[in-house]
């Protein structure tokens, strides 16, 4: 029987009012994830990653949001829930690692005294208790000379220095669920595996959940155990890593694996791309949303496609299983 | 007669100063670059790779002149302007130009695309005024973008849109260089695709240089003819690329190349070098090698004597006492 899940979402929506008309970022998503669990999300830009993200840490504040469907954490209902109620779970129950780390960094504070608040507003320790914390947290994220970083600005580090700043500050906590938007993304890959075994630590020591937007499948492939692909606004398909690698059901997904430039043998002339460009999300066309760009795409996608298959791995697209495998073997996810 | 290097550093440095540091009081410098020497040939694409904030950007800057060279020397067609005026810099600026990562932050919110993609012809004076709308409806096409987009906002456009409208506008006034700091990082490998064939569609047709900082190689293998791999502020190896990834005889290449995640399960992997030792800090650089503290070659020579980057003999050069077997 499966744990009971720490986080459990259903028909999460978020969209905005814009003068364009109404912009739907995120489609009624519906997932649950079990403690320990490491999710990969991925997706086109501007699929709606880091509204989900977002909406699950309460964080959507524009007055020009509409946000419905319901986020449970341990049982308990976030969406509607007050700043303050909010504010004692985030940070230490949930914490979040932004794509862009200055969103969570301000540029008057040194870094290490924007850790060290962070640890404090969690937890009764002393000031120089906690500065000693922060000091081996930018340490364990691999920043050289940590106690002179600490007392750096933002702008006087580089671009994947601030990023790891911001990682330490979200493990500050240990916290239960881990959202993570990106968080090595601007990160050479030696510090990447580095982070990632941090989390993967996070994960073995306290049992935590990770969510993990990326758009680095190699990453997915390391460290994910479950993967949801989401394109225009959904979740198109999802299931454990070994399904999404091994075979892979929608074509969006076809096309993002075929899209990978390849590090060994022959360079290809021309890297295959998915043909045309996202969707306008306040004009989608009816059905699905692929179609227009879709090889395979015919008169029943005109309606939408329900997310249906067996054993969790489940695909949001209107062709039959069997024709997926005929076209699966037939090379359609390779470059 | 070898050809003139589009651009050639020798000895570039950069140095940073760096206050209120926790323990002594005194200002600190930061040598985020030290010392590197490079040239790039008319018409090839030199990939940059590196640990984060082993100096990547700021090498690019230096090589664009956006901010000031600490000592070294940089060449652009064998004219000397290390230490060019900004007035001497301006009919320059028409032929190096700059695509940055970020798409978002480099765009302003409050102009139009159209107005923003205006901008180079106006400050250069580079055609007539009547010819602007005409000539920013050519560049939006020539990105993949239509004509129509120019009455929209940045924020109205996706990711890969804007950075496709950051590189309309590297490309407005057909420069002869482009430095692109991690144009594609932020994209999804779709998208990314797109990008880098533009590029590369872009290179040909206009014969455009490209210096290219990623750290993504499979991205940088795809779009270099050669690389140089940078470690805390110098270039320890370079060559062709396809080399460098295949055969890399630098300890640092090895590990970088050995730490890149394969995005396949059950396919046997190389044994991943993992990194462990101090890590080294630019504030305080260690002497001899500067790998020395990491690296599972290390021997007293290494701790005691920088090596030098020399040409290995094949088209390439390598900074290393006991480098991999070739
Ligand atoms: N305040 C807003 N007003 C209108 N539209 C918005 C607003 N914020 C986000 N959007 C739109 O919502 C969509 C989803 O954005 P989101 O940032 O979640 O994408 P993403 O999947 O994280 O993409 P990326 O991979 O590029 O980070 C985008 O198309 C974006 O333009
Ligand atoms: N304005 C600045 N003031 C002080 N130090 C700086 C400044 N900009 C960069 N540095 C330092 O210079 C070094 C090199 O930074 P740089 O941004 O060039 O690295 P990078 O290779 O581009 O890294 P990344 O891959 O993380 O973007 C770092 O140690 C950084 O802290
Ligand atoms: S539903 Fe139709 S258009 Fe959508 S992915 Fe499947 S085949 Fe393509
Ligand atoms: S010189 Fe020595 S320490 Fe430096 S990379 Fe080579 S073997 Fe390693
Ligand atoms: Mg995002
Ligand atoms: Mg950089």
Redesign the pocket.
């Known amino acids: 029987m499966p744990a009971e899940p720490l986080l459990e979402v259903s028909g999460l929506t978020v969209s905005?009012r814009?003068e364009d008309g109404l912009?739907e970022?995120v489609r009624g998503i519906s997932f649950a994830i079990a403690p320990g669990e490491i999710m990969g999300l991925v997706?086109e830009?501007?699929?709606?990653?880091?509204?989900?993200l977002l909406a699950l840490m309460g964080l959507i504040t524009?007055p020009?949001a509409v946000l419905s469907g319901s986020v449970r954490f341990r049982g308990q209902e976030l969406v509607g829930l007050g700043r303050r109620a909010l504010d004692r779970i985030r940070g230490r129950d949930m914490a979040m690692i932004f794509?862009d780390p200055m969103t969570a960094l301000t540029p008057v504070h040194t870094v290490g005294a924007q850790i060290v608040e962070q640890i404090r507003a969690h937890e009764r320790i002393s000031p120089r208790a906690a500065r000693a914390r922060a000091v081996e947290l930018i340490s364990a994220v691999g920043i050289p000379a940590p106690a002179d970083v600490a007392g750096r600005y933002p702008h006087q580090l580089s671009g994947g220095m601030r990023q790891r700043a911001v990682i330490a500050m979200a493990l500050s906590c240990n916290p239960a669920l881990l959202i993570a938007d990106e968080p090595t993304t601007a990160l050479d890959v030696t510090v990447q595996a580095q982070i990632l075994e941090l989390i993967g630590r996070l994960r073995d020591e306290f049992g935590s959940a990770v969510i993990l937007v990326t758009?680095d499948l190699g990453v997915v492939a390391e460290i994910a155990d479950t993967v949801r692909v989401?394109y225009a606004g959904k979740v198109v398909e999802e299931g454990s890593k070994r399904d999404l690698f091994t075979a892979p059901q929608h074509p969006y997904a076809w096309g993002l694996f075929a899209s990978i430039p390849p590090l060994e043998g022959a360079r290809p002339a021309r890297l295959s791309a998915i043909p045309g460009t996202p969707p306008r999300?306040s004009a989608l066309p009816a059905g699905c949303a692929f179609r227009p760009r879709c090889a395979h795409a015919h008169a029943a996608c005109a309606a939408m496609p329900a997310l249906t298959g067996e054993g969790g791995h489940r695909a949001a697209c209107v062709l039959s299983p069997a024709r997926r495998a005929e076209l699966l073997a037939a090379g359609e996810a390779r470059s | 007669m070898t050809a003139t290097p589009l651009l050639r550093a020798t000895e570039l440095s950069k140095t940073y100063r760096v206050g209120r540091a926790l323990l002594p009081a005194r200002r600190r410098a930061v040598q985020a670059v030290s010392e590197v020497s490079l040239e790039v040939m008319p018409g090839e694409t030199l990939g940059i790779v590196g640990e984060s904030g082993c100096g990547k950007s700021s090498l690019g800057r230096c090589l664009m002149k956006l901010q000031d060279i600490t000592s070294g020397t940089l060449e652009f067609e064998g004219r000397d302007i290390t230490r060019a005026s900004a007035a001497r810099m301006r009919p320059l600026r028409r032929e190096m130009q700059m695509v940055f990562q970020d798409p978002a932050a480099s765009l302003n919110p409050r102009r139009r695309v159209g107005d923003l993609l205006s901008d180079p012809f106006r400050i250069h004076a580079a055609c007539d005024r009547a010819e602007i709308p005409d000539r920013v409806a050519a560049l939006l096409r020539r990105v993949d973008l239509l004509p129509e987009h120019a009455m929209r906002f940045p924020?109205e456009f996706?990711?890969g849109q804007k950075q496709r409208i950051g590189i309309a506008r590297a490309l407005a006034l057909r420069p002869k260089l482009v430095v692109a700091d991690e144009p594609v990082s932020?994209l999804?490998v779709s998208i990314q695709a797109q990008i880098v064939n533009l590029l590369a569609d872009l290179r040909e047709e206009l014969g455009l240089t490209y210096v290219f900082i990623a750290h993504d190689l499979s991205v940088v293998r795809q779009i270099s003819n050669r690389v140089a791999v940078m470690y805390l502020g110098s270039v320890v190896e370079t060559g062709p690329v396809d080399r460098v990834f295949s055969a890399p005889r630098h300890p640092y290449t090895a590990a970088l190349r050995s730490a890149v995640p394969v995005p396949k399960l059950d396919v046997p992997r190389p044994a991943r070098t993992i990194l462990s030792g101090d890590l080294p800090s630019p504030l305080n650089p260690p002497p001899g090698c500067r790998f020395h503290t990491r690296c599972p070659r290390a021997t007293a020579l290494c701790r005691a004597e920088r090596p030098a980057l020399l040409p290995d003999g094949q088209g390439g050069a390598l900074a290393c006492h006991h480098p991999l077997e070739a």
């Open positions: 905005f814009t912009v970022a997706g830009s501007g699929s709606g990653k880091s509204q989900t524009s020009n794509q758009h989401m999300l | 924020h996706s990711g932020a999804d």
